[in-house]
T-cell receptor, first 113, second 115 residues
């Protein structure tokens, strides 16, 4: 079956611009996660959705970051007023439920100039 | 506080040999899960193997096995009969379902298989 998909695969933007990153989870997975991976590091948690609601957004670095999942499937991570420090790979994962194996998408490589 | 520690930034192994990648974890939760992921240069995180904290036996998946030593809080990944395609970054991760649903990842180990 289809895995987790993410678009775009690469995004180059200028400092101060707004970006949206999209994630389409595995069909039937109710849990969806966003992580950020900086060069040479492991993924760091940003936010987790169970269904349509953000069950845990404790990893969002500041209020420039926001994510939605309006219909309980596709999710969009939104970054306002991008900064050069936001440059990283943004990974999305989904799972059947709590504590279950998370399956990751290919990531979106964001570069802020 | 670092919850997952991977002390080997880089490892080399001869093709067809076995290799062990180290992972130690830190939690006081009685219920947790341990995972290993492979990340090739393409960037996608590929799930390899899972071990639950209450599992009595070490997990195995094909050429992958997890050496789970609960008292030492270690969960080392053993790859047998290494192949050139095993060259990648390997990440150890932990879930703690009772305190949240995020995974905690280590900093990874870069494995290079030498022909």
């Amino acid at each position: 079956g289809a895995g987790v998909s993410q678009t775009p695969s690469n995004k180059v933007t200028e400092k101060g611009k707004y970006v949206e990153l999209r994630c389409d989870p595995i069909s039937g997975h109710t849990a969806l996660y966003w992580y950020r991976q900086s060069l040479g590091q492991g993924p760091e948690f940003l936010i987790y959705f169970q269904g349509t609601g953000a069950a845990d957004d404790s990893g969002l670095p500041n209020d420039r970051f926001f994510a939605v999942r309006p219909e309980g499937s596709v999710s969009t991570l939104k970054i306002q007023r991008t900064e050069r420090g936001d440059s990283a790979v943004y990974l999305c994962a989904s799972s059947y439920g709590v504590g279950e194996t998370q399956y990751f998408g290919p990531g979106t490589r964001l570069l802020v100039l | 506080a670092q919850k997952i520690t991977q002390t080997q930034p880089g490892m080399f192994v001869q093709e067809k040999e076995a290799v062990t990648l180290d992972c130690t974890y830190d939690t006081s939760d009685p219920s947790y899960g341990l995972f290993w992921y492979k990340q090739p240069s393409s960037g996608e995180m590929i799930f390899l193997i899972y071990q639950g904290s209450y599992d009595q036996q070490n997990a195995t998946e094909g050429r992958y096995s997890l050496n789970f030593q609960k008292a030492r809080k270690s969960a080392n990944l053993v790859i047998s009969a290494s192949q050139l395609g095993d060259s990648a970054m390997y990440f150890c991760a932990m879930s703690r379902p009772n305190t949240g649903n995020q995974f905690y990842f280590g900093t990874g180990t870069s494995l290079t298989v030498i022909p």
